[in-house]
């Protein structure tokens, strides 16, 4: 049986480009922007929208791993958890959106390969120290992803306020 599974895959599908309810997907949001602005901090305390985006994609690449070998690697300590915008400037946009996007599909590929039984199988989780349930990484990286995405609306608002501001 794949009900389970197959409606993540519908959820992961429609919080990048799909019609959801809260209005807004991640490709209604980055479709506001240039690469002019996703490298700027709109205030302090507020990360940019390309260390959001790296991050979101650090933490797919780790779910991607522990579906393959059932253990992960990173941490929330993790240097590359929260890279600098002064290193994201040199791998620069197209390079950090486009491996945002290869996450989506290989996670979304994996996804397809299970059945609903997977969600119950165990893997060790380096970050919480402890064997888990598929279904809490599964799930969570969804949770996560809502999560920024509203970030993302927080950022890009202050970021157009302060375009106009600076026209006026």
Not at 132 to 137: D, T
Request: charged share 25%; aromatic share 10%.
């Amino acid at each position: 049986m794949k009900s389970l599974i197959e409606n993540i895959i519908q959820q992961y599908q429609e919080v990048q480009n799909g019609k959801l309810w809260i209005g807004s997907t991640f490709t209604s949001k980055l479709n506001q922007v240039d690469e002019s602005m996703v490298f700027t901090r709109p205030i302090t305390g507020l990360h940019s929208i390309a260390e959001i985006i790296s991050h979101l994609t650090l933490w797919r690449k780790e779910t991607i791993l522990k579906i393959q070998t059932g253990r992960g690697s990173k941490t929330d300590d993790c240097e590359e958890n929260w890279l600098p915008n002064d290193k994201l400037e040199l791998l620069g946009w197209q390079h950090i959106k486009s491996d945002y996007d290869k996450t989506l599909t290989k996670l979304i590929d994996l996804l397809k390969s299970k059945d609903d039984k997977f969600l119950s199988e165990e893997y060790f989780d380096t970050d919480f120290k402890g064997n888990y349930k598929y279904s809490f990484v599964i799930n969570g990286m969804l949770h996560h992803d809502l999560y920024h995405l509203g970030q993302l609306g927080i950022i890009i608002k202050y970021l157009k306020e302060n375009t106009v501001h600076q026209k006026r």
